[in-house]
């Protein structure tokens, strides 16, 4: 299990939020964000600076830019030099405002891109934060196969050689989707919630031992694969053993732990002849039933209890 710690590229968020650069002499390659977090600059454009939080982003909305046009030249290049000056990652105006002169010629100076969309500065923050705080989140790599089976994030894990790529294959074949094989990355994106995404150099990728690598999405389709999922159930697989005591009714849950969040694990015990990707289905039909307020196992330990109770 591998730990990695994030950083976005300015250039990235260029790309994926679809920005207009407005200081293209400003060099980017070395430019990066470690913070999911934004700021709106007002109180800094004011002069007061105490807590000001100069790594994250900063966005100039409608607000903000009033302001600055209400104040005279002289004044308002000191306002910029002061604020620049704090080596912030970018500034972003939104609503399809231009930045003056000014400011740009400021930013040249202090080698800080200056940024522009059309968005409206409410809509495109929450975007922004919101896959900000996917790429940044704590991430660790773990060996195992992530798969949307009806819409449940199973990530099935096991020893090497267990069959954890056969039984996937199987399911893709049944209709569901493959994340990731081999390697998932797991980004803890809220205290509720974990994601899982494939690296790229193995997207789409699965091995098969005796046959070798294959690429579902060109065997199978689009239709096969996604990028992301959220992991709602864990299952490992391991050799069946004779010594071993298995859950057979399932009245209590066991949980895996990543990155502090808890997720619902069951154990299958492999034999020949098992269908895995049925079981796995099953697994994650019943999960499902769970998440809607129905437990198979305890409606039949009220059963045996009602009928105890009549004898």
């Known amino acids: 299990m591998n730990m990695n710690n994030n950083e976005v590229k300015i250039k990235d968020i260029i790309e994926k939020m679809d920005l207009k650069n407005l200081t293209p002499d400003v060099e980017l390659e070395d430019k990066t964000v470690a913070v999911p977090d934004i700021n709106r600059p007002a109180l800094q454009l004011a002069g007061y600076y105490d807590h000001f939080d100069s790594e994250r982003i900063q966005i100039i909305g409608y ?52 940024f522009q969309t059309g968005r409206t500065t409410s809509s495109f923050m929450a975007e922004l934060i919101r896959w900000m705080n996917v790429q940044l989140a704590p991430c660790i790599s773990i060996h195992g196969v992530l798969v949307d089976v009806y819409g449940v994030g199973v990530l099935i894990m096991g020893d090497s050689g267990v069959g954890k790529s056969e039984a996937a294959l199987e399911l893709i074949k049944r209709g569901h989707r493959l994340v990731t094989d081999d390697v998932v990355e797991i980004r803890k994106v809220s205290e509720d919630t974990l994601v899982g995404t494939a690296p790229d150099i193995t997207r789409h990728f699965i091995e098969l031992r005796g046959i070798g690598i294959v690429d579902v999405k060109t065997l199978f389709g689009v239709q096969s694969v996604r990028e992301t999922q959220n992991i709602d159930l864990v299952i490992t697989l391991e050799e069946w053993s004779k010594d071993k005591e298995y859950d057979r009714l399932g009245l209590e849950e066991e949980y895996t732990e990543f990155l502090g969040n808890q997720i619902v694990c069951h154990t299958i015990p492999i034999r020949p002849g098992r269908n895995l990707a049925i079981i796995v289905e099953s697994a994650a039909i019943n999960h499902r039933q769970k998440q809607m307020g129905y437990n198979a196992a305890q409606e039949l330990y009220r059963r045996v209890q009602e009928n105890l109770a009549k004898r």
Do not use: W
């Not at 290049?77 to 080596?87: E, G, H, P």
């Open 63 to 114: 607000v903000e830019y009033s302001y600055m046009q209400g104040i005279d030249e002289e004044r308002r290049i000191k306002i910029y030099d002061d604020l620049l000056a704090y080596n912030i990652p970018c500034i972003i105006f939104c609503n399809g405002m231009e930045p003056d002169q000014a400011l740009l010629d400021s930013a040249g100076q202090h080698n800080t891109p200056i």
